[in-house]
């Protein structure tokens, strides 16, 4: 008989390798492959293949009725999963260390068990005690929440098994899961993977709804095999700078509702505040009259959202200038300065370039083009920015502007902030919502709008003078 074949697999990215070595050749982590054993195979070395049992096929159309979903009674997270948890799915929620994910999981646990919902929260990183604890700082003691702590994934399935089926069960966190079937530490990608899939057969079997809390590396992803995050079906991340009481949870995976769904809480000594209304929190001091800040009116997901973006830009200290961004894509900043320079005449390469979103949050749609660069022409000439303008529009490398979507969303909620203006592309189709539509179709308009001298067009005048 044939022996097995171990492989090694690398625990950072899931990558397989024929023998061990010190460093993964695809993710470049050292000290990370780790034997995994594989089935014993059968006689000559094939595999022994068992007949399967045909099942039935069905039709496409269906008549079934969608399944309710169960309403936490936290506003923020349900607006995140869809509108509320679907049965029978999984849920993977993962942040940085300290960010309150287990903080949000257990509020949102005991809002749906006072709501009259039976909810289980296991605990593999925390003892009971320290659970309570916690529970009691945020005022939970009194939810019927049953509270668990055990990382064996045979010993957590047969609790849950033996009782009635409870419509939520929160496992903190999946990296701490373990089975017996395997020899692999626990957080492995083999453990992780395992665990990982028994839970969610566990909420397809029975109708429960699972949140997995996940860790991740420090470069943001969530730890493990990619394989977990197609197993589930929502992939939400908690997001939050340390400076910034404020925290996002955001959908980048829902098979029940929007990706890129946002939902803003604020930490407080009692646990998480839902945040109402977001674009206030995100604007800023609006009394401030200096130069360099422009509101962008923008989207995320199915929420229109307004926030400060604000720029410095200054004489360079040494000989190469200095970018800085934080809440947006450097990428994108440097594109944007060298349109500005080649289609708006400004001269900014030579300068130093300081950017950030206010309030913490990270923009990612190219709509914030337009307010980005309106920062930039403001602070190098020095020139204040009206407070009750917006801007939206992406620009191309040849400094056009181009219409960004859900045009109406953007300016309904402007209005609705006091916002007067709005500049926009040229081609903007939506109603005006009660605000004055400045259309700029160039960066080249754009700097003439703010009222700034081109660096070219004064050097051209003063050769032909």
């Not at 390798?17 to 492959?33: L, T, V, Y």
Request: hydrophobic letters at 45%; a neutral charge; aromatic letters at 6%.
């Amino acid at each position: 008989m044939a022996r097995a074949q171990a492989s090694f697999v690398c625990q950072a990215c899931g990558a397989a390798h024929a023998k061990w070595s010190g460093r993964c050749d695809a993710c470049d982590a050292w000290n990370s492959i780790v034997e995994e054993g594989a089935p014993a195979p059968v006689g000559n070395g094939a595999q022994r293949r068992v007949k399967g049992r045909p099942f039935a096929l069905e039709h496409l159309k269906t008549e079934d009725e969608e399944p309710r979903r169960r309403i936490t009674g936290i506003g923020e997270f349900d607006r995140v999963c869809g509108g509320g948890l679907v049965p029978g799915s999984a849920l993977l929620v993962g942040g940085d260390p300290g960010v309150g994910k287990s903080t949000l999981i257990l509020q949102a646990l005991a809002a749906y068990a006072k709501a009259g919902g039976s909810a289980v929260y296991i605990s593999g990183e925390e003892a009971m005690a320290q659970v309570r604890l916690r529970a009691g700082r945020m005022e939970l003691s009194d939810a019927p929440v049953a509270l668990g702590s055990a990382t064996c994934i045979e010993d957590i399935l047969s609790t849950l098994e033996k009782s009635k089926t409870p419509g939520i069960v929160a496992i903190d966190s999946i990296q701490t899961i373990w089975t017996s079937a395997l020899e692999a530490a626990p957080g492995t990608i083999a453990q992780v993977r395992t665990a990982s899939f028994d839970l969610v057969r566990y909420a397809k079997a029975t109708g429960a709804a699972v949140i997995l809390v996940g860790h991740v590396t420090k470069d943001g992803q969530i730890a493990g095999p990619k394989a977990v995050e197609h197993l589930v079906d929502a992939v939400l991340y908690f997001e939050g700078e340390r400076g910034h009481q404020f925290r996002v949870l955001r959908a980048v995976k829902n098979r029940f509702g929007p990706t890129d769904e946002i939902g803003v809480f604020e930490m407080t000594g009692k646990g998480l505040a839902e945040v109402a209304n977001p674009s206030a929190l995100f604007l800023g001091d609006r009394a401030s009259t200096s130069p360099g800040t422009a509101v962008f009116a923008g989207i995320e997901g199915t929420r229109p959202l307004l926030v400060e973006i604000q720029a410095l830009v200054a004489e360079a200290g040494y000989g190469t200038p200095r970018r800085a961004v934080v809440g947006w894509d450097a990428g994108r900043l440097a594109m944007i300065l060298a349109v500005l320079d080649a289609r708006g005449g400004l001269g900014i390469s030579t300068h130093d370039v300081y950017l950030n979103v206010a309030g913490g949050l990270k923009v990612g749609e190219p709509a914030a083009d337009l307010a980005a660069a309106a920062a930039l022409i403001s602070s190098i000439g020095d020139r204040a920015l009206s407070r009750d303008t917006v801007f939206f529009g992406e620009i191309s490398l040849s400094g056009d502007i181009r219409p960004a979507p859900q045009a109406e969303l953007r300016l309904k909620e402007a209005a609705k902030l006091g916002f007067s203006t709005a500049v926009v592309p040229p081609e903007t189709r939506a109603d005006a919502a009660g605000l004055f539509l400045r259309t700029i179709k160039d960066v080249g308009e754009l700097v003439s709008f703010i009222g700034v001298p081109a660096r070219s067009a004064a050097r051209r005048a003063r050769i032909e003078s």
